[in-house]
């Protein structure tokens, strides 16, 4: 007997998948989740390989190819790339290679450059997303009236896989970075990496109130809900959600930094296959 495809009011309730390089896509997820409470939601922490920064694209893409797979065997009906090194690095990729909705991540350079008041912004993000052609584009585009300064943040993701939030270590490489960008007269500071909201009161503690901070997971929670709605995909579902979450992290604490971060109870199913 042939096998009847899905409605998409059958897809509809299907989970979205979110992935990232390892925890710091959280801070996204709690933007979807908040946004679209009746969404089931399946988060991947490819831990074990963070960072990505450091990274080739081509490695960069077999990875987010490997997990996009795996999501994909759990039924997803879209997926967030919540990385901004692997959306510049793989999406395009991704896109040729699946044919569900793709949403990823990208420094905000744009509303950064529409906030600041003196034409100064800083970006903190990963050595990957700085070199990215991607990046190199949105300056090009957004960039040019505005002047850019950015800090490769090296070793900051590490402390927050940790859960390292509020320790010395993580305030010094925040201190250390921020700094310049202050001493260039930044007034307004993208965070390009899905890991740096986790320690966005750090940062206003050596930046100071006065110097806007852009996040993009809210962003990227409404372009998910619009491509949804233009799909026809969004939950009819009056039920809560389930948030699921896995990690190859080989770390004996993954689930209590997952839960550290969530905000809320939640633990951290192992996969170990990749």
Sequence with gaps: MAIQPLSSQSISQQAIGVMDSGVGGISVLKHIHALLPHEDLVYIADSKHAPYGNKTADEIT????????????????????????????????????????????EPAVKPAAEASRNGVIGVLATVGTLKSAQFAALLESYGRNVKVVTEACVGLVECIERGELDTPETKSLIRQYCLPLLDEGADTIVLGCTHYPFVKDAILEVVGESVTLIDTG????????????????????????????WTNSPAANASLVVELLWGMHAHAALFDSF
């Excluded at 879209?78 to 959306?87: H, P, Q, R």
């Excluded at 409404?222 to 009819?236: I, M």
């Design 62 to 105: 077999a990875r987010c190819f490997e997990i996009a797979d795996f999501l994909i065997t759990k039924d997803v009906k879209a997926l967030v790339v919540a990385c901004n090194t692997a959306t510049a690095a793989a999406i395009d990729a991704m896109r040729k290679r699946y044919t569900l909705p793709i949403i990823g991540m």
């Design 218 to 245: 809210a962003a990227v929670a409404n372009q998910l809900k619009r491509q949804l709605e233009e799909k026809g995909l969004l939950s009819t579902s009056m039920q809560k959600a389930e948030v699921n979450f």
